[in-house]
């Protein structure tokens, strides 16, 4: 069974920079497309980026479009998420997610990790 463990999460500045990142083990997940998404308090989890597993397509929403970047090293079996530009609408607890089919990853991914927590003060 795979595993997924985030980390990189803290208390950050409106404004500032943060990187996620997000082991992989127990399972081929280098040829998995991998995502990001986040929950705010009460709200739903919504998506935030996601990667296909060749690393030359990614996928973001408009509202971290330009701010995020998602990228991975395989051979680490690692993905990563740069935040940028840092905004309090970005707090949130930031989940990874891999799935075999690239599509599936941006809406029902079947793997999920535990979560880390981001805080942004304004």
């Known amino acids: 069974q795979g595993q997924l463990v985030e980390s990189g999460g803290g208390l950050v500045q409106a404004g500032g920079s943060l990187t996620l990142a997000c082991a992989a083990s127990?399972?081929?997940?280098?040829?998995?497309?991998m995502g990001w998404f986040r929950q705010a308090p009460g709200k739903e989890r919504e998506f935030v980026a996601a990667i296909d597993w060749t690393g030359r397509n990614t996928y973001y929403p408009d509202s971290v479009k330009g701010r995020f970047t998602i990228s991975r090293d395989n051979a680490k079996s690692t993905v990563y998420l740069q935040m940028n530009s840092l905004k309090p609408e970005d707090t949130a607890v930031y989940y990874c997610?891999?799935?075999?089919?690239?599509?599936?990853?941006?809406?029902?991914?079947?793997?999920w990790g535990q979560g880390t927590r981001v805080t942004v003060s304004s």
């Open positions: 127990g399972r081929t997940f280098s040829r998995y497309a």
């Open positions: 997610a891999a799935d075999g089919a690239e599509r599936r990853v941006r809406t029902t991914p079947t793997y």
